[in-house]
Structure formats: C-alpha cells, structure tokens
C-alpha cells in the first residue's frame, strides 16, 4: 500500500504541469454555447482580451451603434461589453477547441452489443455469407474491430463499414438502438442504416416501430385520424337548402348582389337580386323567396359570412325553428352544393 501512494506521489509531481499565466502577454478566449453545463472564472475580469465566437450576430451587433436595439439587446450588449469589445467570428467547424467540451461525442455512446458473438453467428448464417460472392451494390469484406476484439463482414459502399446483421440478430439491434430515444421510422431507418444493413430494412423497422408500446403510448397525438363522418340521406324535398351571397356585380336596375340558394335533395336553385347585403335585407329575402314558395326548411347550410352570423340572422333563424349549420373558418369549399354552380 505504501508502494502505490509513493508511486502516484512521483506520477503527480512528474506531471506536465501549467504554468502561470504572463500578466502582459495576450489572451484569447475561445467560447461555445452547451445545454448541460455553465462555467466561469473570475481571472478575466479587468483584463483586455480577445473572445472568439462562432455567433457571427454577436461581431456585428458590437460593431454597429446605430441599430434599433431593444432594450433587452441592449442590456445584453452592455453586460458584454464589460468585459470585452473584441469579439471574432471563428466558424463552428473550426471551434474544436470549445466544441470538444461542449458537444457530446456521439460515438461514444456504447450499444451493448457483443460483436464477437455477432460474427460467429454471421458465419453460420448462410444469407450474410452469400453476400460475399452476389451480385450487388454492396462492397463485403471482413473489417477487425480491435475494441470487440472480432472479425465481422461489413459493406463499405459508403466510406465507413456498415455490419451485415444476421437475421437472428436483427431485432436484437433494432431494440437496442430504438430504445435510446424512440425515433421515427425515417429518423431510426437512417440511424440504423449508418452502422447496419440487411435486406428491406425500413420495412422492417416500419413495422417493428409500429409495435413499440412506448411509442404507441407516448405518440398517439401524432396519428390520431378522425372518423368517417356518416352521410345523413334527406327524406324529404326542401327540407335542407344551402344559402350563399355571391357578388358585387355590374348594377343591374339597382341591384349588385345575389343571394344563392339551392336545395340539397332536388338541387332546385334560387337566385335573389339585392341591392345591399345587409342582414335585414337578406333575412326578408330569404322569407320573401324560399320560406313562401317553398315552405320552411328543418337545416340550413352556409358559410361563415357576417350576414349570416349577425344577431338578426340568428334570431331568424330561431323564429323560424331551423338547425343553422356553418362551414369551417376558411373553407367554404364545405358549402359545395352552392360553389359547384356557375351563375
């Protein structure tokens, strides 16, 4: 025990260690945003120093003063301007520096598989090794994976070697990868795509995604569809008119407008001239024309006009006893059986 604790005193004070920073030398500061992590350090305050960003907005809101900041913008400009007025651009690419700390190295994240059991089984399986002599797009060879310590037939088509699954394996992976952030059958296609291959993939992961109970539960939002609404068969004649304003037109003995009306069983049409559109002069229209030739209706249809929803309308409406039935907010395509006739 007293061996060790000598030993890692000799490996400390061996180390290389850094030195302290000159006090008239240069400095740069080299940033980048994170979502998991905030740190700070006290020692640059006071000293003129030179920050590198990969926000290029930041570079020019610093080196402009007469845009209209906001007050918040402003403010931010301000707290920044504290402690330097050097800001560079340095492109995110080129931010490595800053980038190795901030951003979470993807091929660190460990799939769990055990790629040596993997390539025993590729062997065995004869699919995978007919793919060494068949006519296709894939390049197959035997790649090493030193840290799995296994040999495995890869297809390197693409510039990096993709693992031919075997079938036995094949659920196997998908369960492993899609249980990381349940993605989407493109986005998870196109995760599994860059490691893996076997033959109708996304067909597979469409329908293995479609049986994720977790995705099923969590996701119902994204494919909930409403039902077939039931067609209602009249039975009888003028029982259900559809009204409409078409217009202006050219005055025609003082009148520009026309109300439109047409019956759902018979597609019997009514034309009204008008002179205004007014609620009062469409209600009388309506009573003058349709009510008194043919009686009155149990179901009218029309669209979301302000002739139509006015108070006046809905009381007559009401007197009249008939189920007022309006189209959706911007679609009077919903009002059909009155936009399909030319006048």
């Keep these: 025990m007293t061996g060790a604790f000598e030993a890692t005193k000799a490996a400390l004070a061996n180390a290389t260690l850094l030195g302290h920073p000159s006090a008239t030398a240069p400095v740069a500061l080299t940033t980048d945003a994170s ?10 305050r006071g000293r003129q120093f030179t920050a590198f960003v990969d926000h290029k907005p930041l ?28 800001i560079q651009h340095v492109a995110g690419r080129e931010n490595v520096v800053a980038d190795c700390l901030s951003r979470a190295v993807a091929g660190s994240v460990h799939l769990g598989l055990d790629y040596a059991e993997m390539a025993a089984d590729q062997v065995a399986d004869p699919e995978v090794q007919s793919y060494r002599t068949a006519p296709t797009a894939l390049r197959v060879q035997e790649v090493v994976f030193e840290d799995a310590n296994a040999t495995l037939l890869c297809d390197v088509s693409m510039g990096k ?32 795509g860059a490691k893996f291959v076997w033959p109708d993939l996304c067909k597979a992961v469409r329908a293995w995604a479609a049986s994720c109970i977790a995705c099923q539960r969590d996701k119902v939002t994204r494919h909930t569809n409403a039902p077939l609404a ?3 068969v009249l039975e009888r004649r003028f ?19 026309l109300l439109t009306m047409v019956d759902r069983t018979t597609r019997w049409p009514e034309a009204i001239p008008l002179s205004s559109t007014t609620s009062a002069e469409v209600a009388r229209a309506f009573i003058a024309s349709w009510v ?3 009686g009155t209706p149990s179901d009218l ?21 008939l189920k007022v039935h309006r189209t959706t907010a911007y679609n009077p395509q919903s009002n059909g059986k009155l936009l399909s006739k030319p006048v």
């Excluded at 699954?165 to 995760?191: C, M």
């Excluded at 249809?301 to 006893?321: F, H, I, M, N, Y």
């Design 230 to 232: 039931p067609f209602v």
């Design 35 to 44: 979502d998991y992590a905030a740190r700070s350090s006290a020692t640059m």
């Design 239 to 257: 029982d259900h008119v559809n009204v409409d304003l078409v217009g202006p037109f050219p005055p025609s003995r003082g009148c520009s407008y």
């Design 301 to 321: 249809s029309s669209d979301r006009g302000p002739q139509l929803t006015s108070e006046l309308w809905t009381a007559v409406a009401k007197g009249l006893g």
């Design 292 to 294: 008194s030739c043919f």
């Design 161 to 192: 070697p993709r693992t031919l699954v075997p079938e036995t394996w094949r659920r196997r992976v998908f369960n492993t990868i899609h249980s990381l952030s349940h993605p989407g059958v493109k986005a998870y296609a196109k995760l599994v």
């Design 59 to 86: 570079t020019f809101a610093m080196a402009k003063s007469t845009e209209p900041w906001s007050g918040r913008q402003q403010r931010q400009l301000s707290a920044t301007s504290e402690y330097t007025t050097d």
